[in-house]
């Protein structure tokens, strides 16, 4: 444990993630700070995308509430200090669930590779002839494994799930994830915004109740697409990150993914264009104005 630049007035820097930084502040709270990092392909990118912490700390808290009787979140009612204003959650600490819990409502990504080779996702058999963008009959629980910093998230059968917490709470990790899916979607198509996939993580609270954490229904752990231009068989249009990652591997970037060198810093076109996807998810989500 270090201590960070805040160190001196109370908070205690804990944790780094890949996009969050993680302080215990003299109460005991959690105080979860969303920076302007993003990643792409497991790296954490050298540029930052101006706003993205703030945008995705109010997108995420404004989900909360929508999802509350569904499911309690970790949020507490404590001060955030002003030099993480609008960019920090003020939490319980958890003690988090080691599974990242995918909901797929559309096949895509890693989805889309295992029906490929399996003709299902999930152990869950699917019709043939679906492609890139398809809508699955039914929203599907998909979960991963939680992978340590540089390592990759593994597909988890639900005999590994049952193996690794217990039939009693896979089931509710199931229940609540899918639960969490149908109305982020129904919400998100309220605005002509389709949710394709989405992660949340959860953990138990003091006293045994399972709480949402982290970040929830946002561009970094969801994939937007826009109905109007929806159409199966292709890659959609997104309100996500894809707009990086096609440029990191597009002949623009001059980077191979293959190549085990990180990817090259973004050009302010990209920064800006990535920029304003995740304010136009935001806007198009809750109906508020940015900024
Ligand atoms: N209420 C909570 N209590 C304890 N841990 C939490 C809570 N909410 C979120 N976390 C953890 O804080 C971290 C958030 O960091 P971030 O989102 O940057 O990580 P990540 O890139 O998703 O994954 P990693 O932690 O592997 O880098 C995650 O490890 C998440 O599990
Ligand atoms: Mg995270």
Redesign the pocket.
């Known amino acids: 444990m270090t201590t960070g630049p805040a160190g001196g007035r109370g908070l205690r820097h804990v ?1 780094s ?4 930084e ?1 302080y215990q502040a003299s109460d005991g709270t ?1 105080l ?1 700070v969303a920076t302007d990092r993003i ?1 792409a392909f497991d790296y954490v990118l050298q540029t930052p995308i101006p706003d993205k912490g703030k945008i995705l700390t109010r997108l995420s808290a404004w989900w909360f509430d929508q999802l509350a009787d569904i499911v309690p979140s ?1 949020l507490v009612d404590a001060p955030i200090p002003a030099e993480f204003a609008d960019r920090a959650m003020a ?4 003690s ?1 669930v080691p599974v990242e819990c995918v909901a797929r409502g559309y096949l895509t990504g890693t989805g889309l590779a295992d029906y490929h080779r399996d003709g299902g996702v999930a152990g869950v058999e699917l019709p043939v002839g679906l492609g890139d963008g398809s809508r699955l009959p039914e929203p599907i629980f998909d979960p991963d494994t939680k992978a340590a ?1 540089g390592q990759h998230d593994e597909n988890l059968t639900r005999a590994d799930l049952v193996a690794l917490v217990g039939a009693d709470t896979a089931a509710e990790l199931e229940r609540i994830t899918l639960a969490v899916y149908r109305r982020g979607a129904d919400v998100a198509a309220k605005r002509g915004i389709i949710v394709a996939d989405t992660k949340i ?1 959860l ?1 138990f609270d003091d006293a045994g109740v399972l709480r949402l ?2 970040e929830v229904l946002t561009p970094d752990s969801s994939r937007f697409w826009p109905a109007e231009s929806w159409q199966p068989g292709r890659a959609q249009l997104s309100f996500d990150k894809q707009y990086v990652r096609d440029w990191l591997t597009s002949p623009a970037s001059g980077w191979n993914r293959g190549s085990g060198e990180p990817p090259p810093p973004l050009p302010a076109s990209v920064v800006d264009q990535t920029r304003q996807t995740y304010i136009a998810a935001f806007e198009r989500i809750t109906g508020l104005r940015w900024g």
Do not use: I, P
């Open positions: 944790y993630g890949k996009v969050r993680l959690l979860l990643s970790h939490c319980r600490w958890l988090m910093a993580e953990g954490a982290d």
